[in-house]
């Protein structure tokens, strides 16, 4: 057991209880507050975290005999931040340097534990830092390796012109389809088999026709920028249903920037589906493997080969799909470096248009978390290794990171990365990642994000993740949405007024 004791009810603890984890892994890790009643075991480990007089204090103690301690008065170090922000940082900028030396490890993200740290490196551009500026920082303050300040310095910069084209009309559209051929032993979604839900699928698909109705009318001072159709797998649907689907969204929507359709299982597509996605003025799909290993592929729940995958890519690109991105799975079970280097190798043959490396997360409500004494859990360092790999193989074919983000629970404290040729980069997950447009989800379990550009704050609604509540509710959903759209536009005008 680990404790991390807390004396001051000023100190926040979400961000520093993720830290601690980062450098504890799978350990069991337990918060005693300054009013909790608890008592410690005699046999922990424990980070105490204080504070007196505007000093900070860190000290780690084993079986309650101090071992080593870090202090800093406030504000020690600058962190670039309003002073909530700089008081957590400077909590966990201690614990990193104290944990670091006893543990004789350093996680390469620092101090960072938030899922979107290109956000870090925005602010530090905002400031006016240039790029090695902000690399200095970020190593210096936010105790980040150097490849990861630099690898999420330049994520900034390739993003910067995208999000700079943002006006505060601007918005885009999620669409969710939560049918699968089969669920994914990772997957946390709340996703239905698609065979045993055929019954269903046409009052689904009648759910969002009304709900993307209303968006077209409530949003009629906005304009579309991008809509995104993800899952679930969108290609669950049958053809028919598919194609009703992007016709509405065609007529309503015509203007948008892009199209893009999640055609992640290859079982799900053939030339028949992909004539039709086309034909549709869809531009982008993703085809993801996360293996080109078939027996990984058995172990994660899937029922197609490697072969399937090739087959799928290579037709897709036949047909004429302007872009294809292949997602990838790092630290899947029973994988190491040599797997992903011939998966690398596999896919490095189809010279994909984009590729996104994800680290495996432990995410709750899969049955990875559930059963996860079932498998293999690959080592952390063989994790960094094959990210490394894959870092080095988007290099190798024209690719550049254009977008990253963390996960709750990724293995090892790594991190996903989006990687595109160039001037490629899909415009949509720039958007969703850095929460500087508005968007609207659509379907069961979506997520809506009403980012205000004017006051840049964000407020969410989510719809419900059951599929009966969402098609019988959706009127409710629709009012709740309508109000948050007028609040936005409400405040807009009386920003104009005031000044």
Not at 1 to 29: C, Q, W
Not at 82 to 103: C, E, F, P
Not at 309 to 326: D, F, H, Q
Request: glycine share 6%.
């Amino acid at each position: 057991m680990i404790y991390i004791l807390v004396d001051d009810n000023r100190i926040k603890t979400h961000d520093p209880y993720e830290l601690v984890r980062a450098f504890y892994g799978n350990s069991k890790i337990n918060i005693i507050g300054p009013d909790s009643k608890e008592t410690l075991d005699k046999l922990s480990e424990t980070i105490h975290i204080s504070l007196q007089d505007e000093v900070y204090k860190v000290s780690l103690l084993r079986n309650n005999i101090l071992v080593d301690f870090e202090k800093m008065s406030y504000p020690g170090k600058d962190f670039f931040r309003g002073d909530g922000a700089s008081r957590n940082n400077t909590v966990k900028y201690l614990i990193y340097r104290l944990l670091s030396r006893n543990l004789d490890t350093k996680p390469p993200w620092g101090i960072l534990t938030g899922i979107r740290p290109v956000k870090v490196a925005k602010i530090l551009m905002d400031k006016g830092l240039s790029q090695e500026n902000i690399i200095e920082v970020l190593t210096d303050s936010y105790l980040l390796s150097p490849d990861k300040a630099r690898l999420i310095a330049d994520v900034s910069i390739t993003q910067k012109p995208i999000l700079d084209s943002l006006d505060k009309n601007s918005y885009s559209i999620y669409i969710g389809i939560p049918f699968c051929p089969t669920r994914c032993f990772y997957c946390s979604f709340p996703t239905l088999i698609a065979d045993r839900n055929n019954d269903i699928m046409k009052e689904y698909v009648d759910s969002l026709i009304e709900e993307l109705e209303d968006t077209y009318s409530m949003m009629c001072n906005w304009h579309p920028n991008t809509v995104y159709i993800g899952g679930g797998t969108p290609t669950s649907l049958p053809k028919e249903l598919m194609s009703k689907l992007l016709f509405h969204i065609n007529m309503r929507f015509g203007g948008i920037k892009e199209l893009t359709v999640e055609a992640g299982r290859p079982d799900t597509i053939d030339r028949e589906y992909l004539e039709l996605l086309k034909s549709n003025r869809v531009d982008r799909i993703s085809i993801n493997p996360q293996t080109m290993d078939d027996n990984t592929l058995r172990i994660i729940g899937r029922k197609h080969s490697a072969k399937d995958i090739v087959e799928a890519y290579r037709l897709s690109k036949e047909i004429g799909i302007e872009t294809v991105n292949m997602d990838l799975i790092v630290g899947l079970p029973g994988e190491n470096r040599r797997s992903v280097g011939e998966t690398l190798k596999i896919i490095g043959k189809l010279e994909p248009d984009n590729l996104t490396v994800h680290t495996l997360a432990v995410k709750k409500g899969s049955e990875f978390i559930l059963d996860r004494e079932k498998y293999e859990i690959t080592p952390t360092v063989e994790i960094q290794e094959m990210l490394r790999m894959a870092s080095e193989f988007a290099k190798e074919n024209s690719m550049i990171p254009y977008y990253l983000y963390r996960q709750k629970q990724i293995m090892g404290n790594f991190e996903n990365i989006g990687y595109s040729k160039k001037d490629n980069p899909s415009l949509y997950n720039v958007s969703i990642m850095e929460e500087k447009e508005t968007i609207i989800g659509i379907g069961m379990g979506s997520t809506s994000k009403f980012y205000n550009k004017l006051d840049k704050t964000i407020d969410t609604l989510a719809n419900f993740r059951s599929i009966r509540e969402y098609m019988e509710r959706l009127s409710e959903l629709k009012s709740r949405k309508r109000q948050k759209i007028n609040e936005i536009e409400a405040s807009w005008s009386k920003l104009y007024l005031d000044t």
